[in-house]
DNA sequence: CGACCGATTGAGGCATGTCAAAAACGGTGG
DNA sequence: CCACCGTTTTTGACATGCCTCAATCGGTCG
């Protein structure tokens, strides 16, 4: 299996993968990510979606989704564009504690009825569905296998916080830029977003300098510093990644967190890659 | 440090809750946290604590309960004592991404089959009841009201995971250190155990400074001046605030996260106060 | 064309890390 | 009761990674 991580570079894969779903093109993001831990039938994911497509409007960039203080209407899935998730200090500092990518729950806390302590934004235009939770719920009971998904989803998502924690933490400055990138690129792939070891990536410097507790000038450097490493590029809002075996390594990155592997043990990625 | 202490110390409302939960003293913390923010019948508290009391043991200090790559054998709940989630880096640092206080569990995640990412570990001496899935499971299905509780559990841990990655990002030494100590304060005082605007807190100046990304050189600098500021003190694995509303707002401290409120808008923590 | 936003560069300062070592503490055995 | 030992806390001197302030440059859009 040692050969597998050198030969494994992500998005070589999404191909076969997206063969698969043509159900609903926009909508069918989340499915596609729940389905790939967790077996759904038919009827579920034609249910998800038809909920979802039904729900769905369009937002232009910076829309606030939520605020701190409101009152939630339903929840925030997101089926296009990208959002992050913030908090904005008394002395104008913001400073960003998740990106929504497309197929993402941005607001699974809206079952704590106490309000939000924090802000989600688009960051591009988006389509975004907005559920109700009692929908929802009305959902997850005629579908137990959703309800399961669902809440492995938000696992997930406590997880991949887990790893903020420690990124932000731990890391030089170089270190926390790879990480996140390491981490966004594999979320894009997961959802079939990857094309050619490249995929979107419409963050400013000032974003990622936000996510990782650096400020916009210094994560430009560090920045530099991987494009001249030739570990990848950045630019026109597209990220490509040129050496994936060497950034992960320069990042101490290990995906485990990111709950991506089909089922342990059956290993069906590396098999479909021989 | 006196008359503001009277007024607004969390702990001086601990009285009259204690006196409601006197069923199982010792597996009783974990109820009485998710009762506290959602309805429990009598008899779905009974079941929850009499199968906590029947998986629970005794375990020394320093004992690892589930380790990086071992496949967990159940969920595990804090009954007594503490224990904390942690990383080890390749240089052998340390990074602590979460404490377990008495009452908590620790390991949601065990519904990710994957496999951990990594080690969970006693702090002190502790008793922990250790759930299979399939059981806990079960109880769920039983009692409907339970599994929103413990997913509204779940999803608190989120929001503190997200609080730990602002306060490792944003703040100053003296600031972190402080909104850790806020925040486990409170947490004590969740489950009953603040008496008298103190709480046990036996962790050593390592555990914080991991928890806070500093070196317990840096932590031991913030806490002197945090002592000499008259804010609190700490010492025989104690921590006594002496000025709460003070070291609120040097940490920046807002305990929306912890979802403690009883009721948005009803403040009967505060009226109790008055 | 002018205004604005994002990316980039440079110089200097400060908070925190690193290294080294001495106290204080707490338990254990003689 | 004391001597011993590992752990934890504390102190000091020095190094450095990142922040701050200030400015330029290049696109983009009205």
Redesign the pocket.
Known sequence: MTSVLSEHRPGSTSGPRTSFSTRSPAADKLVRKLRDRHPLSAAEEVALNTLLAAKAGPISGRTVLLDRGMQPSGIHVLLDGWACRYTMLVDGRRRIVAFYLPGDVCDFDVFLLAGMDQTIAAITPARVAVVDAPMLAGLAIDHPPLTQALWWESLTAAAIQRAWTLNVGQ????Q?IAHLLCELYLRMDRVGLVQDGSCALPL???HL?DAC????????????ELRRDGLLSLEARRLTIHDWPALVDLAAFDPAYLQLSKEPGTSGDSAALG
Do not use: E
């Not at 890391?171 to 170089?174: G, L, P, V, W």
């Not at 507790?213 to 530099?224: E, K, V």
């Open positions: 890391r030089s400055a170089k926390r400013t410097q000032f300098g507790a650096l400020t916009s000038i210094h994560t430009n450097r560090a920045l530099q």
